[in-house]
C-alpha cells in the first residue's frame, strides 16, 4: 500500500526489492536442525568464541538450542571471561533524556503510541533542555541517549537543535560529553546532519525482525507500519557516515530465538556492506507495562529471566565486539544477575518521561504518564556504589568516539581485544572525576578502593601515565583521556 509521506520515493524503491536481508526460511530451519545439539558441539562453539571471532548463524542456532545445564552454565563462564577480555571488567554509565512523547505512529506496546489518550503530550524547548540537562550533570553524568517520538514537531532540525543545546550546557565541573540518539529511522540527507553536530550513537530497533508480527504490532499506514524502512535504517546512517550504530530488539514480540537469529543476520548484514563494520551496541530491552497500554501487560512471546540470561550470553558469545545495553527497564536484582554475563553498558539515575529530571526533582517524585515503567530508579551514586561492590569498574568514558576510534577504527580495535588498553585507564580517569566531584562519602570509599585495584592491575607504561593524570585531576584538570 501507498503512504503518502515525506519517504514515499524510498518506500517505493524498497517495495520494488525482491528481497531483503531478513531470511525467515533459512532462520527456522536452522532453529529445527540444531535443536538439544550434543555438548562436544556447544563447547566447539564456545571455542570460537574464546577466540574473540563472531559467530556464524549455525553456531548461534547451536547455542540457542542448547538445553543441557551443565554447558549453559559454562556458556556463561565463557561469555563473562569474553566481555572481561574485550572491554575489561568496566561498566559504561549513561541516562537517558526524553525530549519529546509527540508520536504520529500507533505502536500497540507503547505508551506513546498516537492513540494513547493518556499521555500529556509534550516536546521540551530549548530552555527545559537546558534544565534538564543542568540536573543530569549535577548527578554526575558525562553520555546521554536523546529520545525521540516520531512527528513534525522533532524533526531533524529540531533534533540538531536540541544536540546542540546539550552539548552547550557546562557547569563548573561537567558536561554531557557524548549526546546518542534514539529515534524514528532517517534519510541520507537528514542523518547526515545528524552527523555534522557530532551525535555518538545512532540506535534504532528493529521491535521484531519477524514481518508478520512486525506488521500486527505496527498498523500499515503508519510511517513505522513499513518493516524495510526500518530494516535499512542502519545501511543509510552508515552511507551518511554516523558509523556506531545500535541495533536492538523488543522482547515479548515474537520468539526470542528468532530473534536472536535475525540480529546475526542483520550484524553480518552490515559487516559484509560496510567493510567489518557491525554495530557497534546491541539493546535487548523486554516489554515492560506502559500507562493505558493492554498489550504491554501480557505480551505474547514474554520472556522469563532465565531466557533472558541465555539471550544476553548468547549475544556476548555470537558478536563478541558489540557493546550491549542492558536499561533501567530491568530490575536492580535482574540487572545484578546478567551484567555478569557479558554486559557492558548500564543506564542509572533513569527518569523517562518528558521533563522527568525536573520534575523529579522538584516534586521528588516520578511523573505518572511514561512510555514504560523503570524497574531500576535508584540513584545514580547507589548504583555505582553496587557495580563497584561486584569488583567492575565504573565508567563515564567519552573517549573513543572524541578520538575518532568509531565505525571501522572501533571495530579493529574492538576485535583484537585492545580496547581494554584504552578503556580500563580511561574508566579510571573518568571514575575518579566522578568520586571527587559527585560521590556520597560511602561511595567515594569503596570506590577508591575499586580505583586503586583496576590501577595497579595497569602494566608499565599505561600504569605511570594514568597514575601521572589523576595527579593532574586530583589537582583540578578535568576531561584527559587517552
Ligand atoms: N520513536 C522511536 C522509535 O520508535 O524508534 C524511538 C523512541 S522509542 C520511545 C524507543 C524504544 O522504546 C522503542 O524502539 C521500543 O523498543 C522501546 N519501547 C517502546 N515501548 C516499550 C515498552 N512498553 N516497554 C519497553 N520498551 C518499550
Ligand atoms: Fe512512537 Fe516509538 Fe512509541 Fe512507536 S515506539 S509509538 S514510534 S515513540
Known amino acids: 500500500m501507498r503512504y503518502l509521506n515525506k519517504y514515499q520515493d524510498e518506500f517505493d524503491v524498497l517495495d520494488a526489492m525482491e528481497k531483503d536481508f531478513i531470511d525467515e526460511e533459512l532462520i527456522h530451519s536452522l532453529l529445527d536442525a540444531n535443536k538439544n545439539p550434543g555438548r562436544d558441539e556447544v563447547r566447539r562453539v564456545l571455542e570460537k568464541s574464546r577466540n574473540c571471532i563472531r559467530l556464524d548463524l549455525d553456531e548461534m542456532a547451536i ?15 565463557v561469555a563473562f571471561e569474553l566481555k572481561k577480555e574485550v572491554y575489561g571488567d568496566r561498566i559504561v554509565f549513561f541516562a537517558p533524556l526524553y525530549i519529546s512523547d509527540e508520536c504520529a505512529n500507533n505502536c500497540k506496546y507503547c505508551g506513546f503510541r498516537s492513540s494513547n489518550v493518556a499521555i500529556h503530550r509534550k516536546t521540551l524547548n530549548m530552555q527545559e533542555i537546558e534544565e534538564e540537562v543542568q540536573i543530569m550533570i549535577d548527578e554526575g553524568q558525562k553520555r546521554t541517549v536523546l529520545v525521540y517520538g516520531e512527528s513534525p514537531k522533532t524533526n531533524v532540525d529540531f533534533m540538531c537543535e536540541s544536540v546542540r ?17 534514539n529515534c524514528a529511522p532517517l534519510a541520507i540527507d537528514e542523518l547526515k546532519k545528524l552527523k555534522e553536530v557530532g551525535i555518538g ?32 535504517a542502519m545501511d543509510r546512517a552508515l552511507k551518511a557516515g554516523l558509523d556506531d550504530c545500535g541495533l536492538g530488539v523488543l522482547f515479548g514480540l515474537y520468539d526470542w530465538r528468532f530473534e536472536l537469529m535475525a540480529l546475526l543476520m542483520h550484524t553480518m548484514h552490515l559487516e559484509k556492506h560496510f567493510n567489518g563494520v ?10 515492560t507495562p506502559a500507562t493505558d497500554t493492554p498489550f504491554s501487560l501480557n505480551p505474547d512471546y514474554a520472556v522469563n529471566d532465565d531466557d533472558f540470561k541465555r539471550i544476553i550470553a548468547i549475544l556476548r558469545l555470537s558478536v563478541p565486539y558489540t ?20 554486559v557492558s553498558q548500564i543506564d542509572a539515575g533513569t527518569r523517562i518521561g518528558v521533563g522527568a529530571y525536573s520534575h523529579a526533582k522538584h516534586a521528588n517524585m516520578l511523573p505518572d504518564k511514561e512510555q514504560f ?8 551514586d547507589d548504583v555505582v556504589g553496587q557495580i563497584c561492590e561486584m569488583g567492575n569498574i565504573p565508567s563515564f568514558c567519552t573517549a573513543c568516539y572524541r578520538a575518532g576510534r568509531t ?14 588498553n584504552y578503556c580500563i585507564p580511561n574508566a579510571v580517569l573518568t571514575f575518579k572525576e566522578y568520586l571527587l566531584d559527585y560521590a556520597t562519602d560511602e561511595t567515594r570509599l569503596e570506590g577508591e578502593r575499586v580505583l586503586a585495584e583496576h590501577l595497579n592491575n595497569l602494566k608499565g607504561d599505561a600504569f605511570e601515565k594514568t597514575q601521572a593524570m589523576i595527579r593532574r585531576i586530583e589537582k583540578g584538570e578535568r576531561d584527559l583521556r587517552f
Not at 515503567?373 to 545514580?380: A, E, F, Q, V
Open 165 to 181: 543545546k546539550v552539548y552547550e550546557v557546562k557547569t563548573e565541573n561537567g558536561e554531557i560529553r557524548r549526546a546518542n540518539i
Open 278 to 287: 557491525g554495530p557497534h551496541t546491541i539493546s535487548f530491552p523486554r516489554i
Open 63 to 77: 547455542l540457542i538450542g542448547n538445553n543441557d545445564p551443565d554447558t549453559i552454565q559454562e556458556m556463561f563462564g
Open 323 to 342: 557493546g550491549l545495553i542492558c536499561t533501567a527497564r530491568e530490575s536492580a536484582q535482574v540487572r545484578e544477575s546478567v551484567i555478569p554475563l557479558g
Open 373 to 380: 515503567t523503570i524497574g531500576d530508579s535508584r540513584s545514580l
Open 407 to 420: 565505525g571501522e577504527h572501533f571495530m579493529k580495535v574492538a576485535k583484537s581485544k585492545f580496547v581494554h
Open 201 to 232: 550513537t545512532f540506535q534504532v530497533f528493529q521491535e521484531t525482525y519477524h514481518r508478520k508480527t512486525y506488521e500486527s504490532v505496527h498498523p500499515q499506514g503508519t510511517i513505522k507500519g513499513h518493516y524495510r524502512w526500518r530494516l535499512y
